[in-house]
């Protein structure tokens, strides 16, 4: 069955450091992998996907994420957080017609 | 810039009560979404349409939740009757639908979702 995992349910960092969200898929069809972010009583905004090209995706806000087939990962890093980066990120993949989403990692990020 | 637009933001009723939302894609968007998401969990697809059909009601729990995109264009989701579990927010998206084989490779946008509160 095709599963999206995201570890951890929370991350803090402090402002300035580096963030790492990690997000584990499997699937026995090649995957177009996304991640999102949901700022408080908002929608859902794409950040970046994964569409079989380039397998490091850079993204809105500095976020970049690299697809690893032999690892089934699509970890999200950006090098230098900013309080502004404290949101819920979802991990998602897409194979044939539908959508999973992962639980969502709560970033938090310390001044 | 184009955005999905949804309504009510934020409901309350009374459990065995009738409730519904609505939803108006973006312009043009094909494929139209409807997803539960529970709070501290990410979004699960109720329902998907592509133009007027249904794609995928797999997670629809049919016996109280409809849905509908008679023309194509706008949806309506309704519960009824609705239960104290059915308390989460739902949120719509589209997206464009016209890649062929590759649409999952669409990026979906989201309108900023109902919060549903049954007491």
């Known amino acids: 069955a095709q599963s999206v995992t995201q570890l951890g349910s929370h991350v803090s960092v402090s402002e300035g450091a580096l963030v790492l969200l990690r997000c584990n898929y499997s699937s026995s069809v090649p995957p177009y992998l996304f991640w999102y972010v949901q700022y408080p009583n908002q929608g859902l905004q794409l950040l970046l996907k994964y569409t079989s090209a380039a397998t490091l995706v850079k993204g809105i806000n500095g976020f970049e994420a690299e697809f690893k087939k032999s690892e089934t990962s699509f970890h999200l890093t950006k090098p230098s957080a900013h309080m502004s980066d404290a949101a819920e990120y979802f991990c998602?993949?897409?194979?044939?017609?539908?959508?999973?989403f992962g639980a969502g990692t709560r970033l938090f990020v310390k001044a | 810039e184009a955005e999905v637009a949804q309504s009510p933001r934020y409901k309350i009723t009374e459990k065995s009560q009738a409730v519904a939302f609505w939803c108006d894609p973006i312009s043009g968007h094909a494929t139209l979404y409807w997803y539960r998401q529970i709070l501290g969990q990410g979004p699960e697809l109720l329902v998907q349409f592509q133009d007027e059909s249904v794609v995928d009601d797999s997670q629809l729990p049919k016996d109280r939740f409809s849905a509908e995109r008679l023309k194509g264009v706008d949806s309506t989701l309704k519960i009824q009757p609705a239960e104290l579990g059915d308390s989460a927010m739902y949120l719509c998206?589209?997206?464009?639908?016209?890649?062929?084989?590759?649409?999952?490779?669409?990026?979906?946008?989201f309108g900023p979702g109902t919060r549903l509160t049954v007491l």
């Open positions: 998206a589209s997206s464009p639908g016209n890649s062929g084989g590759a649409m999952g490779a669409d990026t979906q946008y």
């Open positions: 998602a993949y897409t194979g044939g017609f539908k959508t999973i």
